[in-house]
């Protein structure tokens, strides 16, 4: 038997600014060829782990270690963070920031650079690595040139250049549409059968990564590994959903019918799954008993944007005769790739950028004469990273910053700040400094920010990403909250989850056009859409049609007008 | 403007010598136009300077607005120095012809005019050639080059790294500053300097914040892929010199020698043609 690449045995680690350790009695080896997946809620220690083993602990992260960690039989304290990175390649979660340098071939050579290999080795090594992950015709490409997907290969390249024995992905769908998140599974899967190296994926992401099959789910909760299980042992026990881990959308759904789910069912897939006439007839009559999807009553048009063009001045034209409506009151996605307009057409009914050609109306007025000032205070605009507004120290002033600028009274800004740290749940951190906040919780002082400007609608860029299940869950029970308190809501966004669990309609752009208007149960179930804005179809209807089920689409619909009782209740 | 690399690829000698070459032909020619005042080489170098500035393929309009700017510089230069040292030629070549009287001291002299005009020949003679540098070196190169001239590669690859993020910075600030205006920050000039500084600060601090975000996520990225590991390292971009090159720098070399031996002869900076 081979040694293994990675071995952890009774490991702990406690990091130099922390009361408590991170890791507690790790027990895990990883070998040659093996396909490995680490899930957990955040904090669960499993990116702690992940530095553990590609060296940054001990090497850039300073603390104390317990028990023993060996890379390749020799106790990583003993070597140091070049040699590990010979074994252990990492590709980091942010493609974007990780792209060193000016062009896709310079980034790829930058570990032979730094080996100081020359030419012509050098040249000869980038281009074989660019064809392994079939970037070779964009060697010449800077980075802004490039989709999302394309930084993830060169990426990849990148570590793959030094032949190494492991290759960790630090949540490798964080940043990816749906169908460039499942490119880039079968990409995993195509390199780990061709050259054989040890795969480690970590990620919470479940049942997109398991589109291509894995050796074992390593799960941690806590800092401990909780269970190391093949997938299909894993996903027949209670132990995911226990742990704030989603299950497969289609176990869900079995389990709903309350068909038991064994091993021996194949469930780490929905092409796999096998399922008894029995248990499909189970399947069937749970769908019948369920009510019919209720169609919500008209409500009155709050934004209706009709026939908008905009080209940016380099000539790219974004929006081609763009028709978007917003009811009052309404939770609606817009949907699309990277570059298809749907954050362009935000900037324009927000102010930013001023369109060649339509009309915008906003509660049966004409919007073209507002300034982005007034715009702001019927519509407010939340950025993706919530780093990227914060500019007080204290929570109070962040909050209270547009109103002081509207030169509001000071009595006035008091009682409506304190009113929305109320409503936002910040009020016990009503004197907090913003650094003390978590992700999540500077998320919500970045929406506190513009809802005490007290707008009718708010624009949320991606309010989701990088966010793990439960974090996820939190932001848009939140966002689900306000709409219910009559605020309209509209997310920009590529994560389907969210669309199809909380958006009642989803608007999908594609190369600046709207290509369709429709409930998300409907999108997700309409594979030419699906095709044209690079989503995937969700496993449901797989699951709808695999049990007999003559309507996927309003099986898809059913269920979730279930999950979202089963949420209420 | 993209960065401070305006590369404009376009086949030509000038765009075939590499970095590393055109580094220190920039440095020498600006040494040589820089040191001496003699009227001859300056001449002869800014000719050669128009010369190489054709042979490079680059037009007049791709660096219109940097010429513009320099242009707008160099009048600045000559107006100011007339009007606080007006008799700067007369103490510099010891012989006064005036020419006519603008009152006061302000009596315009042969000798004033002609160090204008050796003023003027130096932008000329070194203007050409930092467009030259500026349009026909890849920025990728130009990291390798340093290093090759002997600055440590760790300084030199930072330089590389500014010009990789300058784009995404640039991209960022201009995001933030969008939403900051919709919560009703003030960027227009109507505003006075203390209103206007507390604007910039709303959108400086964000970015500041999320620009340190990106650095620890890219020097994470860097040491994992070895950087820093060995003294040197190699150059994916660099290109090995070619008898082109070679020809170039010694050239160069020559018109440094040229103007310190002028120098040497002339007994000074100054070339003067009124005493002779």
């Known amino acids: 038997m081979d040694e293994p690449i990675i071995a952890f045995h009774d490991f702990g680690f406690q990091y130099n600014a922390q009361a408590e350790p991170t890791l507690h009695h790790i027990d895990l080896e990883i070998r040659k060829g093996e396909k490995v997946l680490i899930v957990g809620p955040s904090g669960c220690g499993k990116s702690t782990l992940a530095h553990c083993m590609n060296g940054l602990i001990p090497f850039s992260y300073r603390g104390e270690s317990t028990g023993s960690v060996t890379v390749r039989g020799k106790e990583t304290k003993a070597l140091n963070l070049f040699e590990i990175s010979r074994t252990v390649g990492t590709v980091l979660q942010d493609s974007d920031g990780q792209f060193i340098g000016l062009t896709v071939a310079e980034d790829i050579a930058f570990a032979l650079e730094n080996n100081c290999v020359r030419d012509p080795e050098l040249h000869a090594r980038v281009d074989k690595a660019a064809q392994a992950v079939g970037i070779e015709s964009h060697l010449r490409h800077a980075p802004g040139e490039l989709s999302g997907g394309q930084k993830q290969r060169v990426a990849l390249a990148g570590v793959m250049v030094d032949d190494v024995d492991l290759l960790l992905f630090d949540e490798p769908l964080a940043n990816l549409d749906p169908a460039t998140g499942k490119s880039a599974m079968e990409l995993i899967d195509e390199i780990h059968t061709r050259t054989g190296a040890a795969i480690v994926i970590i990620e919470h992401r479940l049942e997109d990564v398991l589109h291509r099959d894995v050796d074992r789910i390593v799960l941690m909760c806590a800092g401990r590994i909780l269970a190391d299980l093949p997938p299909d042992a894993l996903l027949s026990s209670d132990l995911l959903r226990d742990n704030g881990i989603r299950e497969p959308l289609y176990l869900t759904a079995l389990r709903y019918a309350g068909v038991t789910v064994t091993p021996e069912m194949l469930p780490h897939s929905i092409r796999t799954v096998r399922l008894t006439e029995k248990e499909k007839g189970m399947v069937q009559s749970w769908f019948h008993s369920m009510p019919p999807h209720a169609v919500e009553e008209t409500r009155p048009l709050l934004l209706d944007a009709q026939h908008v063009t905009f080209s940016y001045a380099n000539g790219h034209r974004a929006l081609e005769d763009v028709s978007v409506y917003v009811r009052k009151g309404e939770l609606i996605a817009i949907v699309g790739t990277n570059g298809a307009g749907k954050s362009t057409f935000s900037k324009v009914v927000c102010g930013f950028e001023k369109e060649q050609e339509g009309r915008i109306e906003f509660t049966g007025c004409d919007w073209g004469t507002l300034s982005l000032k007034e715009r702001a205070d019927h519509v407010g605009y939340v950025m993706q990273n919530p780093n990227q507004m914060l500019s007080k120290p204290m929570i109070f002033d962040e909050v209270a910053l547009g109103l002081r600028t509207r030169g509001v009274a000071e009595e006035e800004i008091k009682t409506r700040v304190e009113d929305t740290l109320r409503v936002c749940g910040l009020w016990p951190f009503r004197k907090w400094p913003v650094s003390a906040l978590s992700y999540g919780q500077k998320k919500r002082v970045t929406i506190a920010s513009i809802l005490v400007l007290e707008p009718e609608m708010i624009i949320l860029d991606e309010p989701t990403a990088g966010q793990d299940y439960r974090h996820y869950t939190e932001i848009m029970e939140f966002l689900r909250k306000l709409n219910r308190d009559g605020i309209t809501v509209v997310m920009i966004t590529h994560d389907m989850h969210l669309m199809l669990e909380y958006a009642e309609r989803s608007v999908v752009f594609s190369d600046g056009h709207v290509i369709a208007n429709d409930t998300s149960a409907g999108v997700l179930t309409d594979p030419d859409v699906i095709a044209r804005a690079n989503l995937k179809e969700t496993s449901l209807y797989d699951l709808a049609l695999a049990c007999g089920i003559a309507e996927p689409r309003e099986f898809v619909q059913r269920f979730i007008d279930h999950e979202r009782e089963v949420a209420r209740a | ?276």
């Open chain 2, 1 to 276: 403007m993209r960065n401070i690399f305006n590369y404009i690829d376009r086949p030509s000698p000038i765009h075939r010598l590499t970095g590393a070459t055109k580094l220190v032909c920039l440095l020498l020619w600006s040494f040589a136009a820089m040191s001496t005042y003699d009227t001859r080489l300056l001449v002869f170098l800014t000719l050669l300077s128009f010369v190489l500035f054709y042979v490079s393929k680059i037009r007049v309009r791709d660096v219109s607005f940097l010429l513009s700017f320099m242009a707008v510089f160099m009048v600045l230069n000559n107006v100011l120095i007339f009007v606080f040292a007006p008799q700067h030629g007369v103490t510099l070549y010891g012989t006064s012809h005036p020419i006519f009287s603008l009152g006061g001291n302000y009596v315009v002299t042969k000798e004033q005019l002609f160090y204008h005009l050796n003023l003027v020949l130096k932008y000329f003679a070194t203007i050409p050639i930092v467009l030259l540098f500026v349009c026909t070196t890849n920025p990728s190169e130009f990291a390798a080059s340093l290093n090759r001239i002997g600055v440590k590669y760790t300084i030199a690859y930072s330089v590389s790294l500014a010009l990789r993020y300058i784009p995404d910075i640039q991209k960022e600030y201009h995001e933030i500053s969008q939403a900051q205006q919709a919560r009703g920050i003030e960027m227009s000039r109507k505003q006075n300097l203390i209103k206007r500084l507390k604007s910039a600060s709303a959108i400086l601090i964000p970015l500041i914040l999320s620009s340190m975000d990106r650095i620890e996520v890219i020097s994470n990225a860097m040491e994992l892929r070895g950087f820093g590991k060995e003294k040197k390292r190699t150059w994916y971009m660099e290109r090995p010199f070619a008898p082109a090159d070679f020809v170039a720098m010694a050239l160069c070399a020559l018109f440094l020698a040229a103007s310190i031996a002028l120098n040497i002869a002339n007994g000074g900076r100054f070339w003067n043609p009124f005493v002779s």
